[in-house]
């Protein structure tokens, strides 16, 4: 079975740094997904950003980025230059590349905080 | 990206009643949609995946009688909570499949008196 961990339930940052969102995962399969969502107050999940794990390059969006650790297990968000709309939770997901099976396993989320 | 759509936003009902939740793909043909339920504080807790034209895909723990999903046509799930009580109050959320990755609705709070 596949498992997803966000080990920081809430964080905070000050208003134009930077701050980093840590997530593993336990999987024995080779062809998968990651993702990170972002859930602001509205509750509407939002795509933030996709790593394809069979690319070794880091997926970066704007000020989003991540940093795959495939060895490791290990899929941390980096948020730079922080934005007061930043603040809302986040999720950290994983899915099994399969075409019968597309099943999301989330973390448990890691409230985001931003400061002005 | 797919545009999805929930309705209601909000719906209030006595126990006992049913209450039946849409979720529409607006601008994408969706032969997968998911359905989660979220409680407060908590992730996203998959319920079923619902597969157009068939019959849908509980979880674990999901009573399929309780929790009835129709996915008639690839625009349209419908989630219906039959003879709610209390403690089906809840978040629930539909989500699309598509461009390998899933787009999810506004969500639906229920509330049941």
């Known amino acids: 079975a596949q498992t997803v961990t966000q080990s920081q339930p809430e964080m905070s940052v000050q208003e134009a740094e930077t701050v980093t969102l840590s997530c593993t995962y336990d999987?024995?399969?080779?062809?998968?997904?990651l993702f990170w969502y972002k859930q602001p107050p509205s509750r509407q999940m939002i795509l933030v950003i996709r790593?394809?794990?069979?690319?070794?390059q880091n997926a970066t969006e704007n000020r989003f980025s991540v940093n795959f650790q495939k060895a490791a297990k290990s899929f941390s968000l980096k948020i730079s230059d922080s934005q007061l709309g930043d603040t809302a939770m986040y999720f950290c997901?994983?899915?099994?590349?399969?075409?019968?099976?597309?099943?999301?396993?989330f973390g448990s989320g890691t409230k985001l905080n931003v400061k002005p | 990206g797919a545009v999805v759509s929930q309705h209601p936003s909000r719906v209030i009902c006595k126990s006992g009643t049913s209450v039946k939740i849409e979720c529409r793909s607006l601008?994408?043909?969706?032969?997968?949609m998911f359905w989660y339920r979220q409680f407060p504080k908590q992730s996203l807790m998959l319920m079923a995946t619902?597969?157009?034209?068939?019959?849908?895909?509980?979880e674990q723990g999901v009573e399929k009688d309780k929790f009835l999903i129709n996915h008639a046509s690839l625009t349209l799930s419908t989630l219906t909570v039959t003879s709610a009580h209390p403690e089906d109050s809840s978040f629930y959320i539909c989500?699309?499949?598509?461009?390998?990755?899933?787009?999810f609705g506004p969500g639906t709070r229920l509330t049941v008196l």
């Open positions: 989500s699309v499949w598509g461009e390998d990755t899933q787009y």
């Open positions: 999987t024995s399969e080779n062809n998968y997904y």
């Open positions: 790593q394809e794990a069979y690319k070794q």
């Open positions: 997901a994983f899915m099994k590349h399969d075409l019968n099976f597309n099943k999301f396993y």
């Open positions: 601008d994408f043909q969706a032969t997968t």
């Open positions: 619902s597969n157009e034209g068939s019959k849908a895909t509980y």
